[in-house]
């Protein structure tokens, strides 16, 4: 049975009286433990779908399935639960907050789910510590390098244990080497069993996927699925 699974998904916007098909009855099957690639050119609807799968968006028409409950139709707060609970996001922009440290912009997803001060702060510290990091727990993520900055966005992710690890092109503002870096740490996450989607512009970075699927006007090119 698949960890997520996509049936007939559509999303159109309406700009004033025009009806504008974004995706165009996607139909995917992602298993727990893969390591998928989303990849096509700008307006291919990649961002959208991710979107859609991170319950950040909802479908015009068609079914998500997470864990064979459809979650296509779910109030805010549910949506707003599974975020916290099932998914876990890596940002391009790494979307840490610069008032805070790195320690409590880890510990902040716990915080939602109500954990324990300490309990908070043990995975944080080890999370950090697992992404090379232990020695910036005080620091604020405005003195950090990008590479270092991404690193913590891994560990944030990571926090609350989710069910799939959404990484929207989590090398694009980086560096070859911290890119090989970030890389190494997805790669990682992967072989010790997280289910990993990412969209990317860069081939390089899918060298270790099981999958690349390829999208084009809103629409999975034949085969790619």
């Given at each position: 049975m698949?960890?997520?699974?996509?049936?007939?998904?559509?999303?159109?916007?309406?700009?004033?009286?025009?009806?504008?098909?974004?995706?165009?009855?996607?139909?995917?099957?992602?298993?727990?433990?893969?390591?998928?690639?989303?990849?096509?050119?700008?307006?291919?609807?990649?961002?959208?779908?991710?979107?859609?799968?991170?319950?950040?968006?909802?479908?015009?028409?068609?079914?998500?399935?997470?864990?064979?409950?459809?979650i296509s139709n779910l109030s805010e707060e549910e949506l707003a639960r599974i975020r916290r609970e099932e998914i876990g996001f890596i940002f391009q922009t790494f979307n840490l907050i610069g008032r805070i440290s790195v320690l409590k912009n880890v510990e902040l997803p716990m915080i939602f789910r109500e954990k324990s001060r300490d309990e908070r702060i043990l995975r944080a510290q080890d999370l950090l510590?697992?992404?090379?990091?232990?020695?910036?727990?005080?620091?604020?993520?405005?003195?950090?390098?990008?590479?270092?900055?991404?690193?913590?966005?891994?560990?944030?992710?990571?926090?609350?244990?989710?069910?799939?690890?959404?990484?929207?092109?989590?090398?694009?503002?980086?560096?070859?080497?911290?890119?090989?870096?970030i890389m190494d740490i997805i790669r990682k996450l992967n072989d010790d069993g997280h289910t990993i989607i990412m969209v990317t512009h860069d081939a390089d970075t899918t060298e270790h996927c099981n999958r690349v699927i390829q999208l084009r006007d809103g629409k999975i090119l034949e085969g790619a699925s």
């Open positions: 698949p960890i997520l699974e996509l049936v007939d998904l559509e999303k159109t916007y309406t700009i004033g009286e025009v009806k504008v098909p974004i995706l165009k009855k996607i139909k995917l099957q992602i298993y727990a433990g893969e390591f998928v690639a989303l990849m096509g050119p700008s307006g291919s609807g990649k961002s959208t779908l991710m979107n859609i799968i991170g319950c950040l968006d909802r479908p015009s028409g068609g079914h998500i399935l997470l864990k064979n409950e459809d510590g697992m992404v090379g990091l232990k020695h910036r727990l005080d620091y604020s993520p405005l003195n950090l390098s990008g590479g270092e900055r991404q690193r913590v966005a891994i560990a944030r992710a990571l926090a609350n244990n989710p069910a799939i690890i959404l990484a929207d092109e989590p090398t694009g503002n980086l560096d070859l080497k911290s890119t090989r870096d």
